[in-house]
C-alpha cells in the first residue's frame, strides 16, 4: 500500500474482503476530510492576497481622509473614511489584533501566507499518499475478487465432473 500502511503494519493481502472495504471506505472519508482543508486553506491564501492587494491600494503618505466602503457582511457596506493611512489593524489571529504600519501589515499577511501555503503542501502530500492508499486497496479488492470468482469456478467444474461419472 503506502509507507503509512506500511508503517502501521497493515498487511492488506491477509485482509478479508469486508475488512479491505471497511479500510477503503475509511480512507476515501479521510480523503474527503483533507480534499476540504485544502479547499479551506486555499481561501485563506485569496483572502491573504486579497487583503495584501488591498493594502497595496491605500496611500499610505499625506494625511487620512480618504473615502471607502467598510464590509460588515459580504453583501452590506457602510461608507468610513481613513483617519490615519499608516495605522492598520492586523488580525494575529484567535481574534487578537495590533497595529501596524502598512509595510509592517504587509509583513503579517507575507508571514500568514507562507504559514498557510506550507500547510496546504503538507495536506496535499497527505491527500496524494491517501489517495494511492485507495487505490492499493481497490487492487487488493479486485485480487480478492478475481480469487473468490476463480475457486467458485474450480468448485462449479469439480462439482461438474463429479455429476459427470
Not at 482543508?37 to 481561501?43: P, T
Amino acid at each position: 500500500m503506502s509507507s503509512e500502511a506500511s508503517a502501521q503494519g497493515i498487511n492488506i493481502d491477509s485482509m478479508s474482503l469486508d475488512q479491505l472495504n471497511s479500510l477503503k471506505q475509511q480512507q476515501q472519508g479521510r480523503l474527503e476530510q483533507l480534499s476540504v482543508q485544502y479547499s479551506a486553506f486555499k481561501d485563506a491564501k485569496d483572502r491573504l492576497n486579497l487583503a495584501r492587494e488591498s493594502l497595496s491600494t491605500i496611500p499610505t503618505c499625506g494625511e487620512g481622509g480618504q473615502q471607502i466602503m467598510i464590509p460588515l457582511t459580504e453583501s452590506l457596506y457602510a461608507p468610513g473614511k481613513i483617519v490615519d493611512p499608516n495605522k492598520i489593524l492586523v488580525e494575529l489571529g484567535a481574534g487578537f489584533f495590533v497595529e501596524k504600519s502598512a509595510k509592517d501589515a504587509v509583513k503579517v499577511l507575507d508571514r500568514k501566507f507562507k504559514v498557510v501555503d506550507k500547510n496546504s503542501e503538507n495536506v496535499m502530500l497527505a491527500m496524494e499518499a491517501t489517495s494511492r492508499n485507495v487505490q492499493a486497496l481497490n487492487q487488493a479488492m479486485q485480487g480478492k475478487m478475481m480469487e473468490i470468482q476463480a475457486r467458485q469456478a474450480g468448485a462449479a467444474y469439480k462439482n461438474q465432473m463429479e455429476g459427470a461419472k
